[in-house]
């Protein structure tokens, strides 16, 4: 059992639309999708606070922008984790490869993810990823640029963590739960990375992955 959720959000994490943009972005959306069941669960979501915007079990890498070098799971947790006891005011962190400053929001992720206030999210969009003429459609509704990300979510994948202990296995149900009422929590980002050592899949990420 699985579920695809596409989530297009602005690159600057900080940067949130008006209401006129924000809501001219939703309905450029609404019409890429190929049916009123795809165009169900499209929300415009403007938050307090900047938010991480996992892809789940899309995950399958994060490297260093600078040189190139993969970034450690547990490195990038707890980088993660620092910044979110600061409630995300800054996502500068230190990469452990060459000890070049950047943001957390600029690490390249594969596939893409990344950290937003303003997120455009279509439960179950029944279609692969925006095309680049797409994305630019959208960027120009909202006059910021985008990024998009696919968040898969396997929840059979549940299952493998139940030999590590119940208390885990309630906890990331709780989590998915979580998720799916639309509240990405970092916790939830968290354990999807630890999720995503177990994903798969043959397809493959977008070439023009949009960069911060
Ligand atoms: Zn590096």
Redesign the pocket.
């Given at each position: 059992m699985s579920d695809d959720y596409l989530t297009v959000i602005p690159t600057d994490p900080y940067w949130q639309p008006g209401t006129d943009a924000g809501d001219r972005a939703a309905a450029a959306l609404a019409r890429m999708l190929p049916d009123d069941d795809a165009r169900r669960g499209l929300e415009a979501q403007w938050h307090d606070v900047v938010e991480a915007v996992h892809c789940g079990a899309n995950l399958r890498a994060i490297?260093?922008?600078?040189?190139?070098?993969e970034?450690a799971s547990a490195w990038w947790g707890e980088a993660v984790s620092k910044c979110y006891e600061d409630g995300f005011r800054t996502l500068m962190t230190t990469?452990?490869?060459?000890?070049?400053e950047t943001s957390l929001n600029g690490l390249v992720y594969d596939w893409p993810m990344g950290f937003a206030s303003f997120r455009i999210e279509v439960l179950y969009p029944d279609r692969a990823w925006l095309t680049d003429e797409e994305l630019a459609e959208l960027a120009d509704a909202l006059e910021h640029p985008l990024r998009q990300v696919l968040i898969h979510i396997q929840v059979v994948l549940m299952c493998r963590l139940a030999p590590l202990g119940q208390e885990r296995h309630r906890l990331v149900e709780v989590l998915l739960g979580v998720r799916v009422w639309g509240s990405l929590t970092i916790a939830w980002a968290m354990s999807a990375l630890a999720l995503s050592r177990g994903g798969s899949g043959d397809a493959t990420s977008p070439a023009s992955t949009s960069s911060e």
């Open positions: 490297s260093c922008p600078h040189c190139g070098a970034c990469v452990p490869c060459c000890g070049v």
